[in-house]
């Protein structure tokens, strides 16, 4: 780890625990993730009515509509008028016309997210990121290279490089943060309200290979993203690269509404 511009920074190892709620929804949500995923609802199948999982739960039908809007929010079912839940997936999804961070990503779909930051360093911002990030050339940047997990095994190297004002939050937190998302939220109020993707296949470098724990110009799926403040004012921006097998990106479409959704491999 090299020494930041500002000073050393600690570097900690150990996995972070799940932060699944325990919330009755959160619960029968659970269930019915993993009853769609062993099969018992196939694609095409149709969920039991409100009142019958209602009932099958011991809970409201106020709860397992909640329950239920989970499920509809990553993918896994969807509403025909008139008629019940119909499954469309076995795969919870992050459809792109919402921000959700990694961590919530994975959550959502009842897996363990990690985290681990392997470098950190206050550097001067390059002309692309200068632009990217509306800040003048040669202005103070932090970056980051963090290796993600979901059940421990690693799936995503991140590299992302932050603004100067919100940069000294970001170098403060724990190595191990599970997510940088979440804590800039509860601990600033920042929120990141806009995104923009951009999605290509790159081959695996040296870094790459040692933390994915892939061969050298092995092919990774990569994410380029920036985002920003409701705003505009931009946070980071950021290379995304995923290990193969990791990560499905699907597209949707209707007649209505075409979204990019990820799905886990």
């Not at 269930?31 to 769609?36: D, G, K, Q």
């Not at 002309?127 to 290796?147: M, S, T």
């Not at 092995?218 to 990560?247: F, H, I, K, M, N």
Request: include cysteine; glycine fraction near 10%; aromatic fraction near 4%.
């Amino acid at each position: 780890m090299s020494e930041s511009a500002r000073g050393g920074r600690r570097r900690t190892t150990g996995r972070t625990p799940s932060q699944r709620g325990g919330a009755r929804h959160e619960r029968i949500a659970d269930e019915l993730r993993r009853a769609i995923a062993d099969g018992h609802y196939p694609v095409g199948a149709t969920l039991p009515s409100e009142a019958e999982l209602a009932t099958a739960h011991g809970a409201s039908r106020g709860t397992v509509r909640q329950a239920v809007s989970a499920l509809l929010a990553e993918g896994l079912i969807g509403s025909r008028q008139g008629a019940r839940r119909v499954v469309l997936s076995t795969t919870p999804s992050q459809t792109f016309t919402e921000l959700r961070s990694f961590a919530q990503w994975a959550r959502a779909g009842g897996r363990t997210a990690g985290g681990l930051v392997v470098a950190s360093d206050w550097d001067t911002a390059r002309p692309e990121e200068a632009g990217l990030l509306q800040v003048p050339h040669g202005a103070p940047v932090l970056r980051v290279l963090r290796v993600r997990t979901l059940d421990g095994e690693p799936v995503l190297l991140e590299r992302t490089v932050y603004a100067e004002w919100i940069g000294t939050a970001v170098d403060g937190l724990p190595a191990d943060c599970e997510s940088v998302t979440q804590r800039l939220h509860d601990d600033s109020g920042l929120v990141f309200a806009h995104g923009e993707h951009h999605i290509d296949a790159v081959a695996a470098g040296t870094a790459d290979a040692e933390h994915l724990g892939v061969r050298r110009g092995s092919p990774l799926l990569r994410v380029r993203r920036t985002t920003t403040t409701a705003d505009g004012r931009p946070v980071e921006t950021s290379d995304d690269r995923y290990r193969p097998g990791s990560v499905v990106f699907t597209v949707r479409n209707s007649t209505q509404t075409n979204p990019l959704a990820r799905t886990r491999a």
